[in-house]
C-alpha cells in the first residue's frame, strides 16, 4: 500500500471540509488533547465498575498477569484500525467501490468533474508531479488519470464511519451480520451505563434509582443531539474532573489498606475468572474511534497524533485499572462464607440491600439471589447480588476510617459522573453512526436521480424539513435513545451480568472485525491507495495474534453464556 508523501496536497486525499479537520482553528495539540480525554472516557468506566468483583477468587497478581496481553492486544486492534480508517477515507476520495456497491459516493453531484469547466483540461487535483513509495518500495505516479467523480454541493458527505467501513471491507453476507450487531452493541452498552449511572445518581440524590432513569437517558440524549458537533470539547472537561476524582478516590483506598493489612488472597486456579472483564475494562475505542478520528487532518504528523493520544489513553487507563483493582482489594475483603449457604427461598427476586452506610446514603435495589450475605461485605457477596464495586468499597473505607464518610458523597458523584460522560461518548458514536447510514442512503437517493437524468427533487418545497438529512439524523437517533430508555426500564438482569455476558461479545468481536478488514485493504481495488501513515512490515504479522486470542475469548465466552443456561 502506498504511502502518502510528505509533500502531497491534501487534497488528493481529503473529503472532510477543512474547518473540520483543522478543528476550527484548534492547534494539533488541543485536539490531541481531546482525543486523549474522550477516549479515557471511553475506557474508564466499565471496568471501575465491576473488574475487582471478579477477582475475589484469583486475586491480584493473577489478574496482572492476564491483564497484561490485553492491553497489548488492545494496542495492536489500535494500530490496525487506524490503518484501515485511512484507507477508507483515501477509497472515498478516489471512488474505487465498484465492486462493493459505493460508486462515487464521497463527491456526488449531478456534473462529472473530471475534467475542468475551462477548456476541458485536467482537474488540479494533481497539479504537481508527485509520487509515493508503495509497501514493496515501488514507485507509485499520483499524476494518473483519475475517474470520474461526482462533486455533490451540499453539506451532507459521505465520510468514514462504521456503516461504511463495512460497507466496504467487509462481504456482502457479512455486512447484514456486522451492522445490526453495531447497532445490539450500542443499545447494550447504553443500557448499562443507564443502570449504572441512575442507581449512583439515586443514591446522591436519595431517590429510587428507577425515577432516576428518565432523568438520566433523555437528559443525556437530548444533551447529544443538541451539541453533538461540540460534544469532544464537553466530555475532555468532564474526563478531566472525573480522572482527578477518580485518582484521589485510589489514593483514599491504596492508604487504608496501607493502614489496615487487609489479605490479600491468591488462587492461580481461578486465574481466568476475569478475563472477559477485562477485555471489556479496555474495550469498546474501535466504536469510537471514526468520530473522533474526523477532527484530524489527513497528515502523516497528525495521523502518528491521533493514534499515540489513544495509545496513551490505554495505558494510562490500564495503569488506573491496576491502581484502582489493588486499592479495592486492599480495603475489602475477598470472600464471604455466608454467601455460600443460601437460605431456604432461593428465588431471584428484588431485594432492598441495606448497607451499613451513613443515613445520607440511600437505600440500594438491585436484582440478586436470597443470600444469607450482606452484598456490601464483600466483593464475592456484591458479585452475586449484582451490586457495583463502589458499595463494598464506600462501606468498609467509612468502617475504616469514620472520618472518610464524605468519600461516599464523593464516591457516588464519581459514579454518576463517569457513567454520564461515557453515556455521552457512545452515545454520540451511535449517532455518528446513524449519520453516517443516513447520508448513505440519502446519497444512493441522488444517485438514483442523477443515472435516471432527473433532477433532484427541491429542498425549498412544502416538505423541505422532512426531506432533509438533519431531520431524518434526529429522528433515527431518537428512536434509538427510546429503545435504550424502555430496556433500562423494563430493569433487566444486574449490570454487571449484562456487561459480562453480552456486551462483552460485542466489544470483543472488534478485535476479528478489524482483523478482516485490514486483511481486505491489501486487496484490489483498495491495495494501490495512497495512506499518510502505513503499517511497519515488522509488526503486520502480530495481527495473527488479534484473531486468535478475540476469538478464544468469546469462544469461552459463548461457553460460559451456554453453561450459565443450562446451570439455570
Known amino acids: ?288 474511534m471514526p468520530m473522533i478520528y474526523e477532527k484530524f487532518g489527513k497528515t502523516k504528523k497528525e495521523i502518528r497524533a491521533f493514534r499515540n493520544s489513544i495509545f496513551s489513553a490505554i495505558i494510562f487507563c490500564a495503569l488506573l485499572n491496576v491502581l484502582w483493582a489493588w486499592s479495592v482489594l486492599s480495603v475489602v475483603p475477598q470472600l464471604d462464607s455466608s454467601c455460600r449457604t443460601p437460605t431456604t427461598n432461593i428465588t431471584t427476586r428484588l431485594v432492598e440491600v441495606k448497607s451499613q452506610l451513613p443515613p445520607d446514603v440511600a437505600t440500594t435495589t438491585v436484582a440478586s439471589r436470597e443470600m444469607a450475605c450482606d452484598p456490601s461485605s464483600s466483593l464475592e457477596a456484591a458479585l452475586l447480588s449484582g451490586t457495583i464495586t463502589t458499595i463494598p468499597f464506600t462501606k468498609m473505607v467509612i468502617e475504616k476510617n469514620p472520618n472518610m464518610a464524605f468519600c461516599a458523597v464523593l464516591i457516588r458523584i464519581f459514579v454518576s459522573l463517569s457513567t454520564a460522560v461515557s453515556f455521552l461518548v457512545i452515545g454520540a458514536s451511535l449517532h455518528h453512526t446513524i449519520i453516517g447510514f443516513i447520508n448513505f442512503l440519502m446519497t444512493l437517493r441522488r444517485m438514483k436521480y442523477a443515472a435516471e437524468s432527473r433532477a433532484v427533487p427541491s429542498s425549498t418545497g412544502r416538505f423541505n424539513f422532512l426531506s432533509s438529512n438533519f431531520f431524518w439524523h434526529i429522528l433515527s437517533s431518537s428512536g434509538f435513545f427510546f429503545l435504550i430508555f424502555c430496556i433500562a426500564m423494563a430493569q433487566p438482569q444486574s449490570m454487571i451480568k449484562l456487561f459480562e455476558r453480552y456486551v462483552s461479545i460485542g466489544l470483543n468481536f472488534a478485535g476479528p472485525a478489524v482483523f478482516l478488514m485490514f486483511q481486505r485493504v491489501w486487496l484490489p481495488p483498495y491495495s494501490h491507495l495512497s495512506i499518510p501513515l502505513s503499517s511497519n512490515s515488522k509488526v503486520r504479522p502480530f495481527r495473527y495474534l488479534i484473531l486468535l486470542y478475540y476469538g478464544g475469548i468469546i469462544a469461552y465466552d459463548l461457553v460460559v453464556i451456554i453453561y450459565d443456561m443450562v446451570a439455570s
Open 1 to 288: 500500500m502506498p504511502i502518502k508523501s510528505g509533500n502531497q496536497e491534501p487534497s488528493a486525499i481529503l473529503h472532510i471540509d477543512e474547518s473540520t479537520q483543522q478543528g476550527s482553528g484548534h492547534s494539533l495539540l488541543i485536539r490531541c488533547s481531546q482525543c486523549f480525554f474522550v477516549s479515557v472516557a471511553v475506557l474508564l468506566s466499565s471496568g471501575i465498575l465491576g473488574l475487582p468483583l471478579k477477582l475475589h477468587r484469583s486475586g491480584f497478581f493473577p489478574f496482572l498477569l492476564t491483564f497484561s496481553p490485553n492491553v497489548l492486544l488492545q494496542i495492536l486492534v489500535v494500530y490496525f484500525f487506524v490503518i484501515v480508517l485511512q484507507v477508507c477515507d483515501s477509497a472515498l476520495e478516489e471512488s474505487l467501490h465498484d465492486d462493493n456497491t459505493y460508486n462515487s459516493l464521497n463527491g456526488l453531484s449531478l456534473v462529472e468533474t473530471d475534467t475542468a469547466s475551462n477548456g476541458g483540461s485536467p482537474s488540479t487535483d494533481h497539479a504537481n508531479h508527485e509520487e509515493t513509495t508503495s509497501n514493496d518500495g515501488a514507485k507509485v505516479d499520483l499524476n494518473l488519470p483519475k475517474r470520474k467523480r461526482f462533486n455533490m454541493q451540499t453539506s451532507s458527505k459521505i465520510t468514514t464511519n462504521l456503516h461504511v467501513l463495512a460497507k466496504l471491507f467487509f462481504p456482502r453476507w457479512l455486512r447484514f451480520l456486522v451492522g445490526p450487531l453495531f447497532l445490539i452493541e450500542f443499545t447494550l452498552i447504553l443500557t448499562c451505563y443507564a443502570l449504572a449511572g441512575s442507581e449512583a445518581a439515586g443514591q446522591l440524590f436519595g431517590i429510587n434509582y428507577v425515577y432516576m432513569i428518565p432523568v438520566f437517558v433523555i437528559s443525556l440524549s437530548i444533551i447529544i443531539l443538541v451539541t453533538y458537533a461540540i460534544i469532544q470539547p464537553i466530555v475532555s472537561v468532564l474526563t478531566l474532573i472525573k480522572g482527578l476524582v477518580f485518582m484521589f478516590v485510589c489514593v483514599i483506598g491504596v492508604s487504608l489498606g496501607s493502614e489496615s493489612h487487609n489479605p490479600i488472597t491468591t488462587n492461580w486456579k481461578y486465574a481466568a475468572d476475569p478475563i472477559l472483564f477485562e477485555t471489556i475494562a479496555l474495550g469498546g475505542l474501535p466504536l469510537c
